[in-house]
């Protein structure tokens, strides 16, 4: 005889809890494993240190430290953009403020007005930012050498002596500061021959370009003005100067015309 | 490695077919637009902005695309238990791991490279000339992004709240660009205490600085060939850590 049962189908007892992921192609060594594991993380830690080291050896970052970067009112904007990983980018937004510090409306010309009294200190401070930025120190070294109602020519050399020591190699830097030194002493063919120099690399700011041609143009060298001003109307780059590119030229073959 | 490459297949289906991925897509694209537009205030040195602002962009929609997606990658799937479905395939949680971190940073990688084709079409139409240097700061950039998606991994596993993990993560990223400036403090402190403090956490924080070749391509002196073999197995270096660690991490949780 069956004895009575209220549950004729008992539910059947759980499964065993089986860790998940844990459970399959398992070692059937763990004690070996973990050893194992411990070995490889013993040698990325070895690698890690050493190849620390080896980096640090071969090359040191090129860059000044935070106590030598010019902090004025944006001194917030460009720590943090540095510290965020984008130093080019920090410097190419110092020097568009730059830019804009500088702006006259249109192209800076020799007898531009205005004093740019903290042009020098502008200029610092991308150069300190990004060392290695040649247009900020050749642009700056113009405006403070060159125009009529600047004129501090020592602030010039200051901004150059250090695009040299930054950029020993570059001799466009020492260029410049023989035209500026000759310029002082009002010896105009000297400056002229060293400008040259300076105008022959491709990346030679318009600006320098115009200083140039203007100085032909005072020591009476008119064609080689009238080919300069030319050659900057056919470069993209110098946009900026090409009404005033196109005035010159005009100019300059009139007083052709009537001379010849 | 089949069950690695199971999920490093999936791992990017799952990340190419997210919205998320397109919208950073678009913004990148706006980026390059944008940078156009801001690159022409710059005068002649257009061509020099329009560069710097096509790589930071890249590298920064990158960094924060891996973050986000590297923090709530296991979290998200530990919340919704979908990973127990994974778990109970023969799958070890260390090629699940593996997996799922190759199958994302992968994904961020042709982000990255199809951003580098716009970006360098943009750059020719400006006049740019290519040059072996961008592919290198490219690749350092994507190195950077491989060891801050590692970190972002081990911060999540670390900690049980994606917002946690992702500020240590950009704190992280953060302070290894200040750790060339941290060392530089440590030699000037006087207090041994402090200078012990200092070299630790510049030894455990991965120094940023050096993946930024972008920055100092143009100074007079270069790194020798060697230096960026030893930046790859540094790279590989950390990223292997913070891998370890994650996978002892998870290794520790129950489900």
């Known amino acids: ?260 | 490695m089949k069950a690695i490459s199971a999920i490093i297949g999936y791992t990017l289906k799952q990340h190419l077919r997210h919205r998320m991925y397109l919208t950073v897509g678009l913004f990148g694209l706006v980026l390059l637009g944008g940078s156009l537009v801001v690159s022409s205030l710059a005068a002649e040195e257009q061509v020099r902005m329009l560069l710097d602002l096509g790589l930071a962009g890249t590298e920064l929609l990158a960094l924060l695309a891996i973050v986000f997606v590297m923090v709530n990658l296991i979290l998200e799937e530990i919340d919704s238990r979908s990973i127990t479905l994974i778990l109970a395939h023969p799958v070890r949680r260390s090629e699940y791991i593996l997996g799922r971190f190759l199958g994302t940073f992968l994904s961020i990688a042709m982000g990255m490279a199809a951003m580098a084709v716009l970006h360098v079409g943009v750059l020719m139409l400006a006049g740019w000339s290519p040059r072996w240097i961008y592919a290198i700061a490219w690749a350092s950039s994507l190195g950077k992004v491989a060891v801050v998606g590692s970190l972002a991994l081990l911060l999540s596993l670390f900690s049980t709240s994606a917002a946690s993990s992702m500020t240590f993560t950009i704190f992280f990223w953060i302070l290894g660009h200040f750790s060339e400036e941290l060392r530089f403090l440590g030699e000037k402190a006087g207090n041994g205490l402090v200078k012990a403090l200092i070299w630790m956490i510049g030894e455990i924080t991965p120094n940023f600085s050096y993946y930024n070749i972008r920055d100092f391509w143009a100074a007079p002196l270069q790194p020798p060939p060697a230096w960026f073999g030893w930046m790859a197995a540094y790279t590989l270096a950390y990223v292997g850590v913070c891998l370890f660690l994650s996978n002892f991490l998870f290794s520790q949780k129950e489900f």
């Open chain 1, 1 to 260: 005889m069956e004895l009575y049962s209220p549950h004729p189908n008992p539910p059947a007892p759980p499964p065993p809890a089986i860790p998940v992921g844990n459970h399959s192609r398992g070692s059937p060594y763990p004690h070996r494993e973990r050893g194992f594991q411990c070995l490889i993380l013993v040698g990325l830690v070895s690698l890690l240190i050493f190849s620390q080291r080896k980096i640090r050896s071969l090359y040191t970052l090129p860059f000044p430290h935070f106590q030598e970067l010019v902090l004025g009112p944006e001194g917030l904007q460009d720590v943090v953009t540095i510290l965020a990983g984008f130093r080019s980018v920090a410097a190419d937004v110092a020097w568009v403020q730059l830019l804009q510090n500088t702006s006259s409306g249109g192209p800076l010309e020799e007898n531009a007005q205005g004093t740019f009294l903290t042009l020098k200190k502008d200029t610092l401070r991308v150069t300190r930012i990004d060392p290695y930025f040649r247009e900020a120190y050749l642009f700056s070294a113009g405006i403070l050498a060159w125009f009529q109602h600047v004129n501090r020519p020592e602030e010039a050399l200051d901004i150059l002596r250090e695009g040299i020591r930054n950029n020993p190699n570059d001799w466009v830097f020492r260029s410049y500061v023989g035209a500026i030194v000759y310029k002082r002493k009002e010896d105009f063919g000297k400056v002229a021959s060293l400008l040259e120099d300076a105008v022959r690399q491709p990346d030679c700011p318009g600006l320098v370009k115009a200083i140039l041609a203007n100085t032909y143009k005072k020591t009476g060298q008119y064609r080689k003005a009238l080919n300069l001003w030319e050659s900057i109307l056919d470069d993209p780059r110098n946009s900026d100067y090409h009404a005033r590119a196109r005035e010159q030229i005009r100019e300059l073959e009139g007083s052709f015309n009537r001379r010849y």
